[in-house]
Nanobody, 125 residues
Framework: QVQLVQSGGGSVQAGGSLRLSCAVF????????MGWFRQAPGKEREGVAS???????TYADSVKGRFTISKDDAKNTLYLQMNSLKPEDTAMYYC???????????????????WGQGTQVTVSS
């Protein structure tokens, strides 16, 4: 059974930093797409950052230069380093995984096979 278990997040003041982690249990694959998504109250879920099996990363324009997605294949863990946080970054953050060669990028789609449980990030001004 595949599980994505998230940790990190919390509350921080604007300009601060947080790091999210997403550990994958129950499956390892050379062909893995992983991504971070977020959903603010009353808004649709949106893609934040994604990373392909070759390490190629894609970022939403709103987080470019502030967020960094990375993965540790040895630990089967995905990370999202968030710097210079803004109040508009406040949302529930979710990680997602797809075990295939083709990756959906930042698109919220059923192609993402597995989702983490979500973790709250709150940025105060």
């Amino acid at each position: 059974q595949v599980q994505l278990v998230q940790s990190g997040g919390g509350s921080v003041q604007a300009g601060g930093s947080l790091r999210l982690s997403c550990a994958v249990f129950g499956y390892t694959s050379m062909n893995t797409c992983m991504g971070w998504f977020r959903q603010a109250p009353g808004k649709e879920r949106e893609g934040v950052a994604s990373i392909d099996s070759d390490g190629s990363a894609t970022y939403a324009d709103s987080v470019k230069g502030r967020f960094t997605i990375s993965k540790d294949d040895a630990k089967n863990t995905l990370y999202l380093q968030m710097n210079s946080l803004k109040p508009e970054d406040t949302a529930m953050y979710y990680c997602a995984a797809r075990f295939a060669r083709t990756c959906p990028g930042l698109v919220v789609t059923g192609l993402w096979n597995y989702w983490g449980q979500g973790t709250q990030v709150t940025v105060s001004s």
